[in-house]
């Protein structure tokens, strides 16, 4: 049973626009999220994260919005750019202090000039 | 989606000894990749192994510290070998299902070493 899900498996948005990627969980437990970026033959890299204490997180052209009731969380990305363009994972986990974290399976986003 | 079986789940070891991670999917894959998640969550891939081939091993990991076996498309092993205590960390293994399929972690390895 996958606690966490990205039922989106690639996405294509125009150079300029927003990029909407979205997470579920069913997990309850989980109070700690994080979205990474990876780049082929890379791993990933840590992008965003919040805590369920509160609803969104926004750093430079990254917001991440969480809706607990709903157990969604999204990431939004504006504009999008082509060097965007990459797999981007979220992931949750019970705490933040280096605990055990539970990913989703990834969207692929392409950003097109 | 596979499904990847990590094992063990935790582990408090030794200094000097060391450890065997082992995963297990449910389906053939070409790429499995083992990662280090540290503190700040962020996460740091170890190498990848490719059945039939060596791992190849980023920079920072060599493969008497880390050796890794993968005899077939289903299975691979991460040892981490006479361990200390900043080898301390959650390991985990991954698999991508083809060239634009999704991805699959493994439940992790909470590793310390006293």
């Known amino acids: 049973d996958q606690q966490v899900k990205q039922n989106s498996p690639s996405l294509s948005v125009q150079e300029g626009r927003i990029s909407i990627l979205n997470c579920d969980y069913t997990?309850?437990?989980?109070?700690?999220f994080l979205w990474y970026k990876k780049y082929p033959a890379e791993g990933p890299t840590f992008l965003i994260s919040?805590?369920?204490?509160?609803d969104k997180n926004e750093d430079g052209r990254f917001t991440v919005f969480l809706n607990k009731s709903a157990k969604h969380l999204s990431l939004h990305i504006v504009p999008s750019q082509p060097g965007d363009s990459a797999v981007y994972f979220c992931?949750?986990?019970?705490?933040?202090?280096?605990?055990?974290?539970?990913f989703g399976g990834g969207t692929r986003l392409m950003v097109k000039p | 989606s596979a499904v990847i079986s990590q094992k063990p789940s935790r582990d408090i070891c030794q200094r000097g000894t060391s450890l065997t991670i082992q995963c297990q999917v449910d389906?053939?894959?070409?790429?499995m990749f083992w990662y280090r998640q540290q503190p700040g969550q962020s996460l740091t891939l170890i190498a990848t192994?490719?059945?039939?081939?060596?791992?190849?091993?980023e920079s920072g990991f060599v493969i008497d510290k880390f050796p890794i076996s993968r005899p077939n498309l289903t299975f691979s092993t991460l040892t981490v070998s006479n361990m200390s205590p900043e080898d301390s960390s959650i390991y985990l293994c991954?698999?991508?299902?083809?060239?634009?399929?999704?991805?699959?972690f493994g439940s992790g390895t909470r590793l310390t070493v006293v």
């Open positions: 919040i805590s369920s204490i509160k």
């Open positions: 997990n309850s437990m989980f109070d700690y």
């Open positions: 991954s698999v991508e299902e083809g060239a634009l399929g999704g991805y699959t």
């Open positions: 192994a490719n059945q039939g081939s060596e791992a190849t091993y």
């Open positions: 992931a949750a986990s019970v705490g933040n202090a280096g605990n055990m974290l539970t």
């Open positions: 389906s053939q894959v070409t790429m």
